[in-house]
């Protein structure tokens, strides 16, 4: 396993980062302390939650953070280990109702601490943008929960570029902390972004991609193997692709690339999971793609790109046409 460092902080992340917005609900609490174990052994030292993850479960709250904060208790990983999660999510029956105050952001992060068990977050994620709030005040807050210890660094998830260089363009011209990473929907696939039907989320494009470049700013990716498309399609299990999956993915440009890809694949020995997650960690910028695994098997294939480098020309194929 690779590891990378985030630009002005000292974390030193594993190169890939464990998701869990399954853990402890559709993952049971073994299967979830099995997987969370087996990705300490292999050097996995990153993990991303959200409170907000299986709220979508009648009765759940918080489960996938709660999970994390009984696994790190347990077992006492909680010094090796980088623990981020995000908040300031709207509720979900009122999606168009911002949660972004500074009331919701501390009222979030003071829950986020209880779950994890924890005294401080090292990676405070918001979740969502409300571009309607002024940049100045959503940093200031970050910063003053910076000060009181309750988090180490903050990144933005789903916000545009505009937004994230006004952001850390005020943080800079102040002296204080600014976003330290950004978490977009990004993978080796393309993306049909209207047929998600979320136009809350954020993804990759060319001008957030460049900014990465300038800056240096990371990139921590979700869905970072196109919830298994071309994994599946190259194990020869394309039936158990989710139709969600096929609809959000559309055919003729994603069976180009994954025309690439095994191109790729019979050129350099690597397995699909190993380009398509070796297509994000061999970026120019720190990129660290969050994986959703949902077994033990899939934690495994995804692990085995934790050492994969692919060149710049190589990258250039796999976007090729
Ligand atoms: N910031 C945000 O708004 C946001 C949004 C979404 C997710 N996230 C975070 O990012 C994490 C990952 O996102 P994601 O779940 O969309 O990522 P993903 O890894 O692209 O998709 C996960 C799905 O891919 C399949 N899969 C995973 N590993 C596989 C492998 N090795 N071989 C074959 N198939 C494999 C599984 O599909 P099957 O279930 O069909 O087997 C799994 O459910 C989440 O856990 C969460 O922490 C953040």
Redesign the pocket.
């Known amino acids: 396993m690779r590891y990378t460092t985030l630009l002005k902080t000292d974390l030193k992340p594993s190169v890939i980062?464990?998701?869990?917005?399954?853990?402890g609900s559709k993952i049971d609490l073994a299967s979830s302390f099995q997987m969370l174990d087996a990705f300490v052994e292999q050097g996995g030292n990153f993990l991303?939650?959200?409170a907000v993850?299986a709220n979508w479960l009648p009765g759940e709250r918080n489960i996938?953070e709660k999970t994390l904060g009984k696994w790190l208790k347990e077992r006492g990983t909680r010094e090796q280990m980088i623990v981020a999660t995000?908040g300031a999510h709207p509720e979900l029956s009122t999606m168009h109702i911002s949660r972004m105050a500074p009331a919701d952001i501390q009222h979030d992060i003071d829950t986020s601490l209880k779950n994890l068990q924890t005294e401080i977050i090292d990676l405070y994620?918001l979740?969502?943008d409300d571009p309607k709030r002024s940049v100045q005040e959503i940093i200031d807050t970050l910063n003053s929960q910076v000060q009181a210890g309750k988090i180490r660094h903050f990144g933005a998830?789903?916000w545009q570029t505009g937004r994230l260089k006004a952001a850390n363009d005020y943080a800079e011209a102040h002296g204080i902390q600014g976003f330290v990473a950004n978490?977009?929907?990004w993978?080796i696939g393309v993306i049909d972004f209207a047929a998600i039907g979320d136009p809350t989320?954020a993804m990759m494009d060319k001008t957030m991609w460049q900014y990465h470049k300038k800056t240096g700013l990371a990139a921590i990716?979700?869905?970072?193997?196109?919830?298994?498309?071309f994994?599946?399609l190259a194990?020869g299990?394309s039936d158990?692709?989710?139709p969600n999956?096929l609809r959000i993915y559309p055919n003729p440009q994603n069976q180009q690339r994954f025309q690439r890809i095994q191109q790729l694949m019979q050129e350099t020995g690597f397995s699909?999971?190993q380009i398509v997650l070796g297509y994000l960690i061999s970026q120019p910028f720190a990129t660290i793609?969050?994986?959703?695994?949902?077994?033990m098997?899939?934690?495994?294939?995804?692990l085995t790109a934790g050492d994969v480098q692919l060149s710049p020309e190589q990258l250039k194929l796999l976007e090729s046409h």
């Open positions: 980062c464990l998701g869990s917005a399954d853990m991303d939650t959200a993850y996938s995000k994620w979740h969502r998830s789903n978490q977009p929907l993978n989320l990716p979700y869905s970072s193997q196109a919830n298994g498309l994994n599946k194990q299990r158990t692709i989710k999956t699909a999971t793609p969050i994986v959703g695994c949902q077994n098997g899939q934690l495994q294939d995804s």
